[in-house]
Each structure stands twice: as structure tokens, then as C-alpha cells.
């Protein structure tokens, strides 16, 4: 039966889906969210509208899954970095999560707030319509999409480095990073046991 929670090595099952559904998920609304905004506004084409309309659904989707993950991430233990990896390294790292899950969070309440602005309430999947806590202001909405799109841009060169950073540990140092949000195999990262070390090897640098 696969670990549910964190140990000290690597990550347990929930905060591996978790992971990898958002990283489905983000990149879902980075595609669509770059692909409406190119489409025309043209008066009977409603396209464009429909699929703002799902874009906003999937967004406050991701509102909710980065809550509940921020919730088990501050309820579990951390896992700690490989020893292996620099100290310059690990507070790249460190730092390169922490801007993630601000723009996790900034990114829905922005687009939430420029749709209060706009005056078009957001409704989820019709389970629930999210309150407007800003009044209609045209300036706001304007100010709103460019904070939006900044954000966006910035989460689309973090993920850029954060997965680069991820696929370098795991093709170029051999160590275990990847491996740890990974599920946990047979020939695996043997992390309970033997930290930091994979297939028998040490990690390298
Ligand atoms: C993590 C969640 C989200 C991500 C990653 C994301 C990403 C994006 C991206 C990449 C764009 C295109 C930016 C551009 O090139 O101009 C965009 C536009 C947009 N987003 Fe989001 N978004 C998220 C959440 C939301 C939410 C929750 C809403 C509303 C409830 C929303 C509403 C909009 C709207 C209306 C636009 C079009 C703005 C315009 O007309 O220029 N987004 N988003």
C-alpha cells in the first residue's frame, strides 16, 4: 500500500496527484487562457466567450486545488532537499515553490476580481456562483487583465525553470529529486531506507 502523507525523504501519494493534477491543470489554462485571448471578438462567433467561460471554471479549479494542497503541504512534513544539492541550489529551489503557490493563488484571485470588475459573476460547473466583492469599474477590469497576464507570463517562466531544474536532477546529476514525486517502485527511490540514494547509486554532482 503507497505511503498517503510525506516522509522526511519524499513525497506520499496525495501530495504526488496533487502535484501532477495542478501541473495538468495549469497548463491547461496557460494553452487555453494564450489561445482566447488571440481569437477575434466578432459579434456571432461565440467561441471566444465559451471558452473564457471555461477558462474561469478550470481557474477557480485551481484555486481550490491549491488551497486544499497548501493545507496538506502545511499539515505534512516537508521533505527535505537532497544533502547533495548545493545550499545555493536548495535556496533557489525553496524560494522558486514559494513564488509558485503565490501566483497559484494570485492568478484566480486576480482573474476573479477582473471579472467582478467586468460586472460578470463567476459560477463553477453551476455548483456555485463566487461572490463579486468589487463594484463594476471599467478602469479596475483594465488594470486587472494586465496584472492577470503579468502573472501569467511569470508563472509560464517559472514552471519553464522549475521543470528544467527537475529534468536536470533526474538526466544530468542522477540524483532523486524527480523520483520523489514520483510514485514510489520497486527499483525506485529506495527513500525510506537509504535517503538520497537510487538504484543503489549515490547521487551526484
Ligand atoms: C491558476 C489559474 C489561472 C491561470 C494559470 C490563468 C492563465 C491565463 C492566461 C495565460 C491568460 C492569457 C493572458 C494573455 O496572454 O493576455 C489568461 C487570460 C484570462 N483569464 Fe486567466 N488564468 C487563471 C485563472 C483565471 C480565473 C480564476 C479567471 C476568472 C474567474 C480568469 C479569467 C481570465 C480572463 C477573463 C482572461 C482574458 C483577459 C483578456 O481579456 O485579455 N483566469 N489567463
Redesign the pocket.
Known amino acids: 500500500m503507497p505511503r498517503l502523507g510525506n516522509s522526511e525523504f519524499r513525497y506520499g501519494l496525495v501530495a504526488i496527484l496533487m502535484h501532477w493534477s495542478m501541473a495538468v491543470?495549469?497548463i491547461a489554462?496557460?494553452l487555453?487562457?494564450?489561445y482566447?485571448?488571440?481569437l477575434p471578438d466578432v459579434g456571432f462567433n461565440t467561441t471566444k466567450i465559451e471558452l473564457?467561460l471555461w477558462?474561469?471554471?478550470?481557474?477557480?479549479l485551481?484555486?481550490i486545488l491549491?488551497g486544499a494542497r497548501t493545507a496538506w503541504r502545511s499539515a505534512n512534513t516537508l521533505p527535505t532537499l537532497s544533502p547533495q544539492i548545493p545550499a545555493w541550489q536548495q535556496f533557489a529551489a525553496r524560494f522558486v515553490h514559494l513564488v509558485l503557490y503565490a501566483?497559484?493563488f494570485a492568478?484566480?484571485?486576480?482573474?476573479?476580481m477582473?471579472?467582478s470588475a467586468?460586472g460578470i459573476p463567476?459560477t463553477f460547473f453551476g455548483l456555485f456562483t463566487?461572490p463579486d466583492y468589487i463594484t463594476r469599474d471599467e478602469w479596475l477590469f483594465q488594470a486587472f487583465?494586465k496584472v492577470?497576464?503579468w502573472?501569467?507570463?511569470s508563472?509560464?517562466l517559472l514552471l519553464v525553470l522549475h521543470a528544467s531544474a527537475a529534468l536536470a536532477h533526474h538526466f544530468w546529476f542522477r540524483d532523486d529529486t524527480l523520483k520523489r514525486m514520483l510514485p514510489a517502485t520497486e527499483d525506485g527511490c529506495k527513500d525510506y531506507e537509504n535517503p538520497g540514494m537510487a538504484n543503489g547509486e549515490a547521487s551526484q554532482h
Do not use: C, D, E, N
Not at 492568478?107 to 476573479?112: D, E, H, K, M, Y
Open positions: 491543470v495549469l489554462l496557460i487555453l487562457g494564450v482566447m485571448v488571440a473564457i477558462h474561469k471554471q478550470l481557474g477557480i485551481a484555486f491549491v501566483l497559484m492568478l484566480p484571485a486576480t482573474g476573479w477582473m471579472s467586468a463567476v463566487l487583465i492577470h497576464r502573472f501569467a507570463y508563472l509560464i
